[in-house]
């Protein structure tokens, strides 16, 4: 399957046609300005959203009050609006899932695998870390190319850090919001920013979390497998901001500024081409159990929750 897409990039002198899923977040309108351009850069040059199924979130008002004012942003860009995610297939060769809420994301993701379509899915990958896995089980079973990521991931400097810029990486701490919505796992919503920083710098391989909580602040340590300790600080109080410090064996590094979306639209664009995943299933999903043992230790009052006890939990449930 991926000799295929790489043939198709190589080969295929037509635009290839991205459909999206989910007009209610400011990510579906900046990526079809920097898809739709008339004078896109080669690295995104030849990608054009064609068409868009705009509904999600049914009962998060932040999130349904935006889908007219995005659709009507997106018509003027030269997309079609369409009735179904059926419809929007038959449209399409990729997909980007945009839907801001969580909890369709595994339904609207299933849908788009049995069609065999590559996937993006835009934060948070899902509503639990149950249907985490169920989305990756049935791409794996289907051999179709998913991938999914915050932007911050893509930060220049957060990028220079894990290629070795300051050496090996032996700590971090890592910052951003962390709003919270009562629909989804606390850190799911927002602090999934901050969280995929940190493990931009550090790697898989945490073995427990605990966690502080106030109403305006988050501290989440978490204890990797060869010693090193790894911070995730959610602002919910005063000035917000995305970054952190990474501390490593050649260097102490600050991990940003954010500078936007257009580094991840690259990234998705050459994930389309070669259907080559650029961030593991195993990473993210460890990134999302990051987070739900998060918040068991919340519920357990600050205590340390290994890692591995919730990933096997959430799978069991997922593979019943």
Not at 220 to 229: E, K, P, S, T, Y
Not at 274 to 302: C, H, N, W
Request: negative net charge; proline residues 5%; contains cysteine.
């Amino acid at each position: 399957m991926m000799a295929s897409f790489e043939a198709q990039a190589q080969t295929s002198p037509q635009v290839v046609r991205v459909g999206m899923i989910g007009l209610d977040t400011s990510h579906s309108t900046a990526f079809t300005e920097i898809l739709n351009d008339a004078e896109a850069k080669p690295d995104v040059a030849g990608y054009r959203v064609v068409a868009a199924y705009p509904h999600g979130s049914a009962d998060i008002e932040s999130s349904v009050s935006r889908i007219p004012r995005y659709t009507e942003a997106v018509k003027k860009m030269g997309v079609e609006i369409v009735d179904s995610i059926a419809e929007l297939l038959a449209r399409v060769d990729v997909v980007l899932l945009e839907t801001n809420d969580g909890r369709p994301h595994l339904a609207q993701a299933l849908e788009v695998i049995e069609a065999g379509k590559p996937l993006f899915i835009d934060k948070p990958v899902a509503g639990s870390l149950v249907d985490a896995v169920k989305i990756y089980d049935a791409a794996k079973r289907r051999g179709v190319p998913v991938f999914s990521s915050s932007s911050l991931r893509y930060m220049e400097a957060a990028q220079a850090i894990r290629q070795g810029s300051i050496g090996e990486v032996r700590g971090a701490d890592a910052y951003s919001p962390a709003v919270l919505e009562p629909t989804h796992p606390d850190l799911f919503w927002y602090g999934i920013h901050g969280v995929e920083t940190l493990y931009t710098v550090m790697g898989t391989g945490c073995e427990t979390v605990q966690r502080i909580f106030t109403d305006e602040t988050d501290v989440v340590i978490g204890h990797w497998a060869d010693g090193r300790i790894g911070t995730f600080r959610g602002i919910r109080d005063g000035q917000l901001g995305y970054g952190g410090t990474a501390f490593g064996t050649e260097g102490i590094a600050p991990i940003g500024p954010y500078t936007g979306y257009r580094p991840l639209v690259t990234v998705i664009i050459a994930f389309f081409r070669t259907g080559q995943a650029p961030v593991s299933p195993e990473e993210t999903l460890e990134i999302y159990t990051f987070m739900e043992a998060a918040d068991e230790s919340k519920r357990r009052g600050g205590a340390p929750v290994k890692l591995a006890d919730v990933l096997e939990k959430a799978i069991a449930q997922a593979r019943e």
